[in-house]
């Protein structure tokens, strides 16, 4: 990957010092007021000071689950990208790549340039970010494997890039982790041979040890863990057992039920490490969720947003910002990897069923036009477990919707994940942009004391299922808004205006802007878009690997 252009923001209300970016930024949003039957409007502005430390920290990555398909493939992904490895396919040479990562393969628009072009830069160019070749790894898993054999357990690479990476990765062991049998498939049972033996006390102790040992043996300025294990069935919520702190942390030293993610959450957060949960069980109860803000430490969740839920986050925004009421989404998947095998099991599989089905609740809700009080679509999950796929999980969809005077339209999409890959660069995203929060501060004109996000880091909800966010915030689940979000949040950090996607410049009867050509857009890495020739029909770009000025033309009758 080619390095991030430099981003220097010429504005009076930027300064750049050698610790610190500071920008003065005007947040402009609006309060609604009913009275009777009228709303009332106010636009409203406040002044925050952002300051974004640039000094990059040395940062280590622990995985719960490291040994699992998951782990294993996010792993192989930064040690390919840092030796710059390529491999053979049977279609052609292969190169390491960070593909599907929102902050290494995304870009963002900065603006238009002299001649009216839009110029798009890498997502990581907006701020310093840490490297991910440069992630330091380890973790824990229920199984022994190294992650070398993990790796060709997981069968999710392609044999040419597992034999290049064997000796990078055979000398990589998982600690022991947490088995508690009750919380996770009685099919996992055989793969449970490295465990933390002792009680729920002594489990936790040993969790905080590793990752002392981790952070000081690396040399590590921080450290966040990741849960990318099974999925877990949900924990009831107990007043008096985990709905506070205080009784949560009595309860683990008591030994009553307390789930093996939730142990890892409070272990986390006690040595001031964000903790992450990539699983859809309830890991963060109010009472690990009260420790974090005690601690102002981040965490977030929950589940891995990848595949088959991310298009379906697009697809509805899609069909109902277009007017059209969705009345039934039919969800099937089937798939063979180990998170398949568990996900059999019917209490893991409710879990599941959960987060995947909430997905539209905010979609409906924003359009009381299409939607009565109370009305939303039917919505069926299906999850089977089809050892034969493998890594490789078929989506498939169907969604209903009513259109006007009594008519219907319906989409059946299918939809072929491989799952890890799409997770790993998830799991990316998620240390690194939890990593940059962990740098940004800021204060207001009417509070002055500095202050950070909020312990529960709602700005992840791009890369998560279902989206943990602050007591009383809104649940936001479509796609382009919680794109937006990490966008304009990183913009306001560097002093720039929310993208507003308007280009007013281009809508004006009298333009102050005179334009060359076509607009294109163009980055600071690249060189700018030639103009592709045009077809006597008028048309421009491929037609069959040919372009079309040099297209055959179809013969009319």
């Not at 465990?195 to 936790?204: C, D, F, M, P, S």
């Not at 952070?215 to 877990?232: F, P, Q, Y």
């Not at 794109?483 to 281009?506: D, F, K, T, Y």
Request: glycine share 6%; net charge negative.
């Amino acid at each position: 990957m080619e390095p991030a252009a430099e981003i220097v923001v010429d504005s009076p209300d930027v300064v750049y010092s050698p610790e610190a970016i500071e920008a003065h930024y005007e947040y402009r949003t609006t309060r609604v007021s009913r009275e009777g039957c009228v709303l009332r409007v106010q636009p409203t502005a406040t002044h925050f000071t952002f300051r974004t430390a640039r000094q990059v920290p040395r940062l280590g990555v622990m995985l719960v689950g490291w040994g699992g398909n998951n782990g294993s493939t996010l792993t192989a992904a930064v040690l390919a990208n840092r030796l710059r490895l390529t491999w053979p396919t049977r279609t052609g040479q292969k190169e390491a790549n960070y593909y599907g990562s929102l902050t290494q393969a995304g870009t963002v628009s900065l603006g238009l340039d002299a001649d009216g072009q839009e110029v798009f830069v890498p997502f990581n160019a907006l701020l310093p970010m840490v490297t991910p070749n440069d992630l330091v790894f380890d973790g824990w898993d229920i199984s022994s494997l190294n992650l070398a054999e993990a790796m060709r357990r997981a069968q999710v690479l392609d044999f040419g890039l597992q034999e290049q990476l064997w000796s990078h990765m055979e000398n990589l062991r998982p600690r022991p982790s947490v088995y508690i049998p009750e919380f996770i498939a009685a099919n996992q049972t055989a793969r449970a041979d490295n465990l933390i033996h002792g009680t729920r006390a002594q489990q936790l102790e040993q969790i905080r040890k590793d990752i002392r040992d981790f952070r000081s043996s690396a040399g590590l300025d921080k450290v966040i863990v990741l849960w990318t294990a099974n999925t877990e069935r949900f924990c009831e919520v107990v007043p008096g057992r985990n709905d506070t702190a205080e009784n949560l942390l009595r309860t683990i030293q008591l030994g009553l039920e307390v789930s093996p993610s939730t142990l890892f959450a409070v272990a986390s957060i006690l040595e001031g490490c964000a903790f992450l949960n990539g699983s859809p069980q309830n890991t963060l109860v109010p009472g690990a969720l009260q420790l974090a803000s005690q601690h102002h430490v981040f965490v977030g969740g929950d589940d891995f947003k990848s595949g088959q839920t991310k298009v379906k986050s697009v697809l509805v925004d899609f069909l109902i910002s277009s007017g059209l009421k969705t009345m039934s989404i039919v969800s099937y998947n089937h798939l063979g990897n180990n998170d398949g095998q568990n996900l059999s099991a019917p209490q893991q599989f409710r879990s599941k069923e959960a987060s995947k089905s909430s997905v539209v609740d905010d979609m409906v809700q924003s359009n009381p036009v299409l939607y009565a009080p109370g009305e939303e679509p039917d919505h069926c999950v299906v999850i089977k477990y089809v050892p034969y796929v493998g890594d490789s999980k078929r989506a498939l969809d169907e969604y209903t919707s009513e259109l006007m005077l009594g008519g219907t339209n319906t989409l059946v999409l299918h939809n072929t994940c491989e799952d890890s890959l799409l997770a790993a660069p998830i799991m990316l995203d998620l240390v690194l942009l939890t990593e940059l929060c962990q740098r940004v501060s800021f204060y207001t004109d009417t509070d002055p004391e500095p202050q950070g996000f909020h312990p529960v880091l709602s700005l992840l909800s791009f890369l998560f299922k279902a989206p943990l966010v602050p007591p009383g915030s809104p649940v936001v689940n479509a796609l382009f808004r919680q794109r937006s979000c990490i966008e304009n949040i990183l913009r306001a950090c560097v002093g720039l205006p929310p993208q507003n996607h308007m280009l007013l410049e281009h809508k004006m009867e009298r333009p102050t802007i005179k334009h060359r050509g076509e607009v294109m857009a163009t980055s600071l890495l690249s060189c700018k878009k030639e103009s592709t020739s045009t077809a006597t029909n008028g048309c421009t770009g491929d037609a069959n690997g040919h372009t079309q000025a040099q297209a055959p033309e179809v013969p009319t009758a």
